[in-house]
């Protein structure tokens, strides 16, 4: 199975910051990668998928890099609806696996 | 606009059984590729199991394999997750998803958009 690390597993930020995020897979995935966001309570939202393909209606501060085992999400300038948990996940091969997630908290 | 409304979340006993539905709507069901993703409470993400859009293909996660059985009626736009034997571990919020896209050509863009609600199963004496 493929194991996927994210980094850090917590960040405090203020608004206006830019937050970066990284997702280390146990082997190449190519670009079978992709990023999500959850709220408190609510269902995970798709932001990123082929590592760097922004989903339609996500805004652009958010952007997907990396290619191979290391990835990074980030997010140019962090708005108060930002504050979040994100998740990484490889797409490559089954079992499909999800990283431990990052909380972005407020500074 | 796609929506997913999970139902058949319950408390249950350890051992026992349940069925969970996922009713879809707004987007052509059979072509697609649907999915059951969990989160344990406090937990992160839990991909369980997949099942391609004619019915043919199927997959599941080690820890459910020989328990739990994900089922499709292209007739009634609705994805099923029969749960047996359940364990204290499936304590879940479980969430139905679709594949972003359709597949092309033996590609699939395993890329879970988008989410229904989620339903919480709950197995505990």
Sequence with gaps: DIQMTQSPSSVSASVGDRVTITCRASQDISSWLAWYQQKPGKAPKLLIYAASSLQSGVPSRFSGSGSGTDFTLTISSLQPEDFATYYCQQANSFPLTFGGGTRVEIK | ????????????????????????????????????????????????????????????????????????????????????SLRAEDTAVYYCTKYLGSCSGGSCPRWFDPWGQGTLVTVSS
């Design chain 2, 1 to 84: 606009e796609v929506q997913l409304l999970e139902s058949g979340g319950d408390l249950v006993q350890p051992g026992g059984s349940l069925r969970l539905s996922c009713a879809a709507s707004g987007f052509t069901f059979s072509n697609y590729v649907m999915s059951w993703v969990r989160q344990a409470p406090g937990k992160g993400l839990e991909w369980v199991s997949t099942i391609s859009g004619n019915s043919g293909t199927t997959y599941y996660t080690d820890s459910v394999k020989g328990r739990f059985t994900i089922s499709r009626d292209n007739s009634k736009n609705t994805l099923y997750l029969q749960m047996n």
